[in-house]
């Protein structure tokens, strides 16, 4: 089975200050994916990565950004908190081309509350 | 642009069949999805069906794809308690393409 973690569930943040959030994958996926979710609004895609050390702006990056320095680790960092990113973030990942029709595998996510 | 279309709420009674439907823009999808997000929870993968596919059978669920009218619905049989939870229809964003857009999601609410 596909297991894709993330490393909090609920996170309680205040205004200003730097977070980080942590995704990490088991199957050797290449392709990683952060979202955000809001009521009303669906899902979102904040950043992807199609390998190590690359990274690609989604729909929504402003004041995020990511790291991938392992291919089984993808970051989500907000440089200074602000309380429009109280969300529910999302990580995702999918298998190599060929091997899953392009099918994402999510984290059990992370409830962000920034005050 | 791209763009996915369900609407947001469904109340059905246990026994009976749920219908979610969707609607998407973006005629270079190959691969429509549907996920399932139980409260508090992530994203699970429910079903996807190929473009170039109009039905889809697993078990209690029926995904039935009108290309032409840019139509996806997912049909659960003897819906369950169990089933109450947000539904998300997504498309992929062309060929090759990993990158998925996703509707809003349904919120199924099961009456006993």
């Known amino acids: 089975d596909v297991k894709v973690t993330q490393s909090s569930r609920y996170l309680v943040k205040r205004t200003g200050e730097k977070v980080f959030l942590e995704c990490v994958q088991d199957?050797?996926?290449?392709?990683m994916f952060w979202y955000r979710q809001d009521p009303g609004l669906g899902l979102r895609l904040i950043y992807f990565?199609?390998?190590?050390?690359?990274?690609e702006k989604g729909d929504i990056p402003e004041g995020y950004s990511v790291s991938r320095e392992k291919k089984e680790r993808f970051s989500l960092i907000l440089e200074s908190a602000s309380t429009n990113q109280t969300s529910m973030y999302l990580c995702?990942?999918?298998?190599?081309?060929?091997?899953?029709?392009?099918?994402?595998?999510f984290g059990p996510g992370t409830r962000l509350l920034v005050l | 642009g791209e763009d996915v279309e369900q609407s947001l709420f469904l109340s059905v009674r246990e026994g009976d069949s749920s219908v979610i439907n969707c609607t998407y823009t973006d005629s270079s999808s190959t691969y429509l999805y549907w996920y399932k997000q139980e409260p508090g929870a992530g994203l699970q993968l429910l079903t996807y069906?190929?473009?170039?596919?109009d039905m889809k059978q697993d078990q209690r669920l029926t995904v039935l794809l009108n290309k032409k009218d840019k139509h996806l619905s997912l049909r659960i049989a003897d819906t369950q308690t169990g089933d109450s939870a947000i539904y998300f229809c997504?498309?992929?964003?062309?060929?090759?393409?990993?990158?998925?857009?996703f509707g809003k999601g349904t919120k199924l609410s099961v009456i006993p």
């Open positions: 995702a990942s999918t298998p190599p081309r060929g091997e899953g029709q392009e099918t994402q595998y």
């Open positions: 069906i190929f473009s170039n596919m």
């Open positions: 990565s199609y390998d190590v050390k690359m990274k």
């Open positions: 997504a498309e992929n964003r062309g060929a090759g393409s990993y990158q998925l857009t």
């Open positions: 199957m050797d996926h290449e392709n």
